[in-house]
């Protein structure tokens, strides 16, 4: 069988994000590329969460890592031999979703999944590690073909030879629309915010959109509003780690300002993903705190004064009146409507 990742940029392939093999999880160390191509390995799943949290890789990311990390934990059980294998199972599946407070819920339906197939193969007599790898490999599958279904509807949203502006680092649907353009033979120009403090945007996007042959233009993060007029941007698209059921976004910092922007200049804004039925409501959702410090320095560099006070919260939240629509797999739905995704 195909997968989904095919033709996709070097750093959207599976092995390239993160990658279960003899005993141990590589993660591609997203906080130095593409400066540099150095994996993250992790030996036991307690390591693989210690890089989920440290932002080794983010975006889409974890969620791979996480059941990669789920298949590392069925083997680093089944090895010790334990009697209650169901049981610390589902310790580490709870520990490896609530590696980063904010997705937990989303992170949470792929770690359960993985723990029902790795006491299933336990039973069964089969390595419980190599069923919850194939399972994982199956599962992403699944998830970029959602994603190149949903690439075709916001696809359609661009004008040939238009210019897109994106937010933070969008995963597998920026590759999945990149893809989609080409195939289609339709020309576009990205620009793309720095994304500060991890810089997901200069150095993760517009590495995806130039490895995929488009043209890319990085901003800092306090241009956008500017940018849209200056260079006529058609669109602007981002991802979103929540997409609660009454319409809120929650995407990295910053995205909320741009879309203010982008309904100033009466620019439209779609947003890309699941609505998510945990979060009936924004009230439900914690916006994590990251620590002050990085963004009292820029790549490892300090860059403000030794005892001046840094704030950084890691994800802003989006009102429905500001975007145009959410793209998902089943097509392109009001804010105001999500429940209608789910109808079927």
Known sequence: MERQDKDLAFMLTYENVAWYEDGIVRILDR???????????????????????????????????????????????????????????????????????????????????????????????????????????????????????????????????????????????VGMMLRECRERGKTIKVICPETRPYFQGARLTASVVRDMGFDVTVITDNMPGYTMKAKHVDVFTSAADVICMDGHIVNKVGTFQIALAARYWGIPYFCTGSPNRQHPSIDTVKIEERDENDVLEAMGVRTAMQGVHGFYPAFDITPPKLCDGIVTDKGIFPPYDLARYYAD
């Open 31 to 173: 906080r130095i590329y593409p400066a540099r191509i150095e994996y993250v390995v992790c030996r036991t799943y307690e390591e693989v969460i210690a890089a989920i949290k440290a932002m080794v890789t983010q975006s889409g990311g974890p969620y791979l890592a996480a059941g990669m990390g789920m298949a590392l934990a069925a083997r680093q059980i089944d090895l010790e031999g334990a009697n209650d294998f169901p049981l610390r199972i589902a310790k580490a599946s709870w520990e490896i979703s609530h590696a980063r407070p904010t997705t937990a819920e989303k992170m949470a339906v792929i770690t359960e999944a993985c723990a029902k197939v790795a006491i299933t193969a336990k039973a069964a007599g089969q390595a419980p590690d190599r069923a919850v790898f194939e399972h994982t490999i199956g599962a992403v599958d699944k998830r970029y073909a959602r994603s190149a279904a949903g690439a075709k509807y916001l696809v359609d949203q661009f004008p040939d030879n238009g210019t897109v502006m994106t937010q933070c680092f969008a995963e597998t649907i």
